[in-house]
């Protein structure tokens, strides 16, 4: 009865032409009252190479480890390296001018509060195979195939 309400409401959002044969009511394939063995933590992708964004105001995704890097009420570890008074010696990027900016699009010496726990909007990427395909197709790609 569950499944099949379930069922509906996913049918309902119209997510299920593509994706009908996957499980996306869970991920878990297991009944509730069963545990599990929790799968192993996966290993974070540190390879240093900055990933193409899916448009044009993503958050990059980040391309290196972060777990040391505290940042709290007294230190921002990343701004250590991303800040633009540092940029320059640590050759990372510079956060970018948004980052910069109050509410009022003022712009500060410093670091925004509103830009300030980076992890808000930037993830790091687990070298993992993702648990349901995903179909999503940039605006290049859909002009392409329009002007075919
Ligand atoms: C030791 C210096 C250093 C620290 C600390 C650091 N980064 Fe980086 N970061 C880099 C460098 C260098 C790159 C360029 C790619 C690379 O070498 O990994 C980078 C790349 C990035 C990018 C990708 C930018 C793009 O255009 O694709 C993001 C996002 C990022 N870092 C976020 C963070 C966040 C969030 C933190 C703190 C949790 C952090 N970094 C801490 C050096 C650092
Ligand atoms: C509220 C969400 C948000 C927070 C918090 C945030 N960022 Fe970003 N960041 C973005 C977005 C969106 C972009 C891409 C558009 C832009 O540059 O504004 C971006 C871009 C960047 C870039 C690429 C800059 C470039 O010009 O290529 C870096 C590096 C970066 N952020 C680092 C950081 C670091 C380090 C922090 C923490 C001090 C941080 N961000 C906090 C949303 C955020």
Same mark, same amino acid.
């Given at each position: 009865?569950?499944?099949?309400?379930?069922?509906?409401?996913?049918?309902?959002?119209?997510?299920?032409?593509?994706?009908?044969?996957?499980?996306?009511?869970?991920?878990? @394939?297991?009944?509730? +009252?069963?545990?599990?063995?929790?799968?192993?933590?996966?290993?974070?992708? @540190?390879?240093?190479?900055?990933?193409?964004?899916?448009?044009?105001?993503?958050?990059?995704?980040?391309?290196?480890?972060?777990?040391?890097?505290?940042?709290?009420? @007294?230190? @921002?570890?990343?701004?250590?390296?991303?800040?633009?008074?540092?940029?320059? +010696?640590?050759?990372?990027?510079?956060?970018?001018?948004?980052?910069?900016? +109050?509410?009022?699009?003022? #712009?500060?010496?410093?670091?925004?509060?509103?830009?300030? #726990?980076?992890?808000?909007?930037?993830?790091?990427?687990?070298?993992?195979?993702?648990?349901?395909?995903?179909? #999503?197709? +940039?605006?290049?790609?859909?002009?392409?195939?329009?002007?075919?």
């Amino acid at each position: 009865m569950k499944i099949s309400i379930v069922t509906t409401v996913i049918l309902a959002l119209g997510i299920a032409a593509g994706s009908l044969a996957q499980n996306i009511a869970t991920t878990r @394939n297991a009944a509730i +009252d069963v545990e599990l063995e929790p799968a192993k933590m996966a290993r974070v992708d @540190n390879s240093d190479i900055k990933r193409k964004r899916a448009y044009p105001m993503q958050p990059p995704t980040i391309p290196h480890k972060v777990d040391q890097y505290q940042v709290d009420l @007294n230190a @921002n570890k990343c701004m250590s390296c991303h800040s633009r008074r540092r940029s320059q +010696d640590s050759q990372a990027p510079m956060v970018s001018v948004t980052h910069y900016q +109050d509410r009022d699009g003022n #712009f500060l010496a410093d670091i925004s509060t509103r830009r300030y #726990f980076c992890q808000q909007c930037h993830v790091t990427q687990d070298t993992v195979k993702p648990l349901l395909a995903n179909e #999503f197709v +940039d605006i290049d790609e859909i002009l392409r195939r329009d002007s075919e």
